[in-house]
């Protein structure tokens, strides 16, 4: 096999540059400062702008189809951002955290930052095993749990409405505080997950991390917190938000102006369509292509979890990979053992279909070896 | 005295809405926009776009007037972000870092989110006393110094040059890494300030943080870090930074095009001009009025740092101040100990040269009695 100057990185868990909305985002900026609000460009509301806030809040109501409002939401610069202020906030070096098993792996740097040592909570098909949560909770004390309830990063994997509700009951017997990761809720290809963990925000003690990344463009940093007010409270009493003022003024004006234009909508919509169509064609081309991979075909998100045939590691393939012009993230990275040595992360949103399709015939070139 | 509805906050360390640079801001948002780069709103490198710190390195080359270079320059959403970023990233909860004494009240909220001893330095009209710093370095290993060497918040005091190299020297034999917070140093009303700290940051263990916040907008979240590589690798490896990428990639873009068209030197000089009148209007007031109330008149920045009469408390003072319709920060918030009990930090940014009057006359009345 030759070198390759263009990888195929099924690693990037990120949208192609031609699906970002420059257009929309310039018709909503435009329309934003054409109104010559000088506010947006001020220290903004500790809690974030609060039209910006109910925009917010009408958006999520029809998307998420419950009632959202302002008062349970908090501006942030994106789930990471909003991760690590919860980090700050909520926990103490030394700590215990709980994360699913396998989880996504940036969000265990940041952790790592904040000196907590993570166990994890296995998931099946159902999302988190809450009898296993309930076994780890006989031996440990954790400051919260870390978890991305729908189209899960990296397994695709959606926890069953059943098993939120047994989630939500834990939570209430432990005080556990449960970080939900939603990033991905939003992004179903046809049929809607089960109501985000947001929804028990008032009856368990729930904080939900929303985005504007996955859903309309990384670049902008915007994101919201979504909880009871007296999990908010602490976060918007934190010294950064306290010294700094409300997360992203100007860019939460021009979100808004994007949300009651209809773009958010329209854009979302759009994306959803795309990247529906990458993950079948993704899907079909490993079926016929990679018959001894096997993966359970996702119904939404970014993700496809594969597994190698019999006792392959995927971190040993990877190099063979690269050198074949495909890449991929291994499943080890995802773990906080040795776990998932034969599973491998595909994403499907960064490449559009002929992409798509030369890399899985790359990878199925070096699995012929 | 009657009820003001409408008080006069001397307390308030923000522009005022008529200085927030809409026009501006709305030409290099649309200009950036046109241009179609859609790599402004994908996750952006761990340092920052490239193209705005080229710009951001000409744009602090021409107004430090000194050489300035990408490499050494890291984006931030702001001070206050970067401030807990430097947190996370350099300390452990129970270290002892150093403040200048008073020093900026908010950035103490921050160290008490990150569970560090906040020991505090004297400083005299020279800025901070380098005896006493060598004196305290004898009974502590700060994991830091914390200093804001121009124009300082709360005191106006300017580091001279004499002592910044003192403190440099300082930094190298104790390998004390010094954060600098110089987000007043380009706000001299004539003349310069000695170099900012951000000079040393390959001489000694110095990280400079910069911000567009006084000088364009708070409303942006937009500063930079700057400093040797090895402090801004630590920096760019976080966690927050891996996962959620570079801070603020679109707004970066709008103020890469801002310095290119030349509208920041625009908007910054006009803010000087803007500062000088207010402090001089705030400062001849105060001599007329308030004969009995001393300070040193400041020479740029936000802040005037004044003291009460004869063992006159400002803490006391500020619920009759506040009904007399006019407010401000007392000093013993500036104080880790019980120091600055008769002063009182007054910021002439926020309001015109009537409401700066108004208030003084509001003081002067309470003061009277």
């Known amino acids: 096999m030759g070198f ?39 220290y903004g509301a500790d809690e974030g702008d609060v039209g910006f806030r109910d925009s917010l809040a009408q958006f999520l109501s029809r998307r998420y189809a419950m009632p959202v409002t302002a008062t349970e939401l908090v501006v942030s610069a994106g789930a990471s951002q909003a991760l690590d202020l919860v980090c700050t906030r909520f926990t103490r070096p030394g700590d215990t955290i709980f994360v699913e098993e396998p989880t996504y792996f940036l969000a ?47 397994s695709g994997t959606t926890m069953s ?60 940093r915007l994101g919201w917190m979504q909880g009871a007010p007296g999990v908010l409270h ?70 496809v979890w594969a597994q190698l045939p019999a006792a392959q590691s995927a971190a040993e393939l990877l190099p063979m990979a690269k050198a074949g012009g495909v890449a991929f993230h291994p499943g080890a990275r995802f773990s906080r053992g040795d776990g998932f040595a034969q599973q491998m992360r595909l994403s499907f949103a960064y490449y559009d279909v002929p992409e798509l399709e030369e890399g899985v015939r790359r990878l199925a070139q070096v699995l012929a070896g």
Chains 1, 2 share one sequence.
Request: charged share 20%; net charge negative.
């Open 108 to 154: 265990l740097d940041i952790f790592r930052d904040h000196g907590l040592r993570v166990v994890g909570i296995p998931i099946d098909e159902d999302g988190i095993r809450v009898d296993a949560l309930q076994d780890a909770l006989v031996h440990h004390r954790p400051a919260l749990l870390y978890t991305i309830p729908s189209f899960q990063n990296p």
């Open 4 to 42: 390759h100057a263009d990888i195929i990185d099924f690693g990037k868990g990120q949208p192609s540059l031609s699906l970002l909305p420059v257009a929309a985002w310039r018709t909503a900026t435009g329309d934003c400062l054409a109104r010559g609000d000088a506010g947006l460009l001020q």
């Open 234 to 303: 602490t976060l918007t009493q934190s010294g950064v938000v306290q010294s700094g003022g409300g997360l992203n003024p100007f860019v939460s004006g021009a979100m808004c102006r994007m949300i009651d234009l209809g773009l958010a909508d329209t854009v979302l919509d759009a994306l959803r369509g795309v990247y529906a169509e990458r993950s079948a064609v993704l899907c079909r081309a490993m079926r016929e292509l990679l018959p001894a991979v096997t993966f359970v075909e996702p119904t939404g998100g970014y993700f």
């Open 161 to 220: 409405a059943a098993r939120r509700e047994q989630l939500m009951a834990v939570s209430r017997t432990h005080d556990l505080l449960i970080v939900a990761d939603e990033v991905y809720q939003l992004l179903e290809f046809d049929t809607a997950p089960p109501s985000p963990l947001a929804t028990y925000a008032h009856s368990a003690r729930v904080l939900s991390l929303g985005s504007f990344s996955k859903i309309c463009a990384p670049g902008l």
